[in-house]
């Protein structure tokens, strides 16, 4: 019984100190953030990630936040697109159907 204990004493402090250690990487990473530049997408991979150039792309090989900010606003935007057709589309099926 009390080596069960035991064995949940220790897990519990495991996860605790992953928890921490967690926690003080963030802090961290917030406090030293690495130097991102722009660059222009080279391989067949980045200029799929960037839409042919579109969306900046930063040196560690992701989108910045310029970028990703960009290409939500053109998902938004086509997905508005996409619904605004098709009410129109409903719209019109029902005005012939009646």
């Not at 660059?39 to 310029?66: H, I, W």
């Amino acid at each position: 019984m009390s080596e069960e204990l035991s064995r949940r004493a220790a897990k519990k402090e495991q996860k605790q100190r992953d928890k921490e250690r967690q926690r003080v990487e963030k802090a961290y990473a917030k406090a030293h953030p690495t130097p991102i530049t722009v660059v222009t997408p080279e391989t067949r991979e980045e200029m799929r990630l960037t839409r042919k150039g579109r969306y900046e792309l930063g040196s560690d090989g992701k989108l910045t936040a310029n970028g990703k900010a960009k290409r939500l606003t053109h998902r938004y935007n086509v997905a508005i697109v996409c619904l605004v057709l098709l009410i129109i589309a409903t719209y019109v099926f029902f005005f012939f159907v009646n």
